[in-house]
């Protein structure tokens, strides 16, 4: 499993947030936090409930979901939603 030791309470959350949110794809989660699909699955596994991560799998998995970048309309061509804070590379802004 994914040590997540490695992320302060705060990038866990950011993680998690990123990876529930169907515009961000997972190339933006790597990107910013240098974690691959593989281990955003096993964050997400370990961190919600069996419930909530069979949903967010099942979104994820059908056609409906924009996460990997292959299966996303070519008109967007943004890692984030315009009402998102700034992020940059791993820092995320203050709220």
């Keep these: 499993m994914v040590e997540t030791k490695q992320f302060t309470e705060r990038e866990l959350d950011r993680i998690i947030e990123m990876a529930w ?30 419930s909530s991560f069979k949903r967010w799998r ?3 998995n059908s056609g409906v979901s924009q996460k990997h970048l292959k299966k996303r309309n070519p008109n967007i061509t943004r890692f984030k939603c315009s009402r998102q804070k700034a992020i940059s590379g791993n820092r995320i802004s203050k709220r």
């Design 21 to 50: 949110e169907d515009r961000t794809p997972f190339e933006a989660i790597l990107f910013q936090f240098s974690v691959p699909e593989k281990d955003v699955i096993k964050i997400m596994r370990g961190n919600l409930k069996s």
């Design 58 to 60: 099942k979104r994820v």
